[in-house]
């Protein structure tokens, strides 16, 4: 067993592309129109074309809101990650303007920091050993 996809939601497809591709530097592996308005928008590590899938889930759902409020009022990411180094990383994206909600953490073995993505989601990065 594999996992190929996991998903985000997002309150504004086009904006979350341009965050996660511009901004992360994620590309883009799927686009395709669903629907009036929505899109089967995947993304995906340039390291790892073929790796798992970000589905740029649109929120439209009624328990999202509920669900992602809780989340980020409690500071609880709601994905994590990997970066070969958090802080060089955290110093990149500070940068670009990105906003952080824990700046570099170091837990024992494992560093991490923690930003808002600028679509209603907080999201962890990590360095691990290997």
């Not at 190929?4 to 086009?14: G, H, N, P, W």
């Not at 955290?90 to 170091?106: A, I, K, M, S």
Request: net charge negative.
């Amino acid at each position: 067993m594999k996992i190929r996809l996991t998903s985000v939601f997002v309150d504004d497809q086009s904006k979350a592309l341009r965050f996660y591709t511009e901004i992360l530097g994620f590309v883009t592996k799927h686009d395709v129109p669903v629907g009036e308005k929505d899109r089967w928008l995947t993304v995906v590590s340039p390291d790892e074309p073929e790796g798992t899938e970000l589905l740029l889930e649109p929120a439209g759902h009624p328990a999202v809101k509920t669900y992602r409020d809780a989340l980020v009022m409690d500071g609880v990411p709601l994905a994590q990650f990997a970066v070969a180094d958090v802080r060089a990383e955290y110093d990149r994206l500070r940068g670009l303007g990105v906003h952080f909600t824990q700046e570099p953490l170091e837990m024992g073995p494992v560093t991490t920091a923690v930003f808002d993505d600028t679509c209603g989601n907080l999201i962890q990065i990590a360095t691990q050993p290997e």
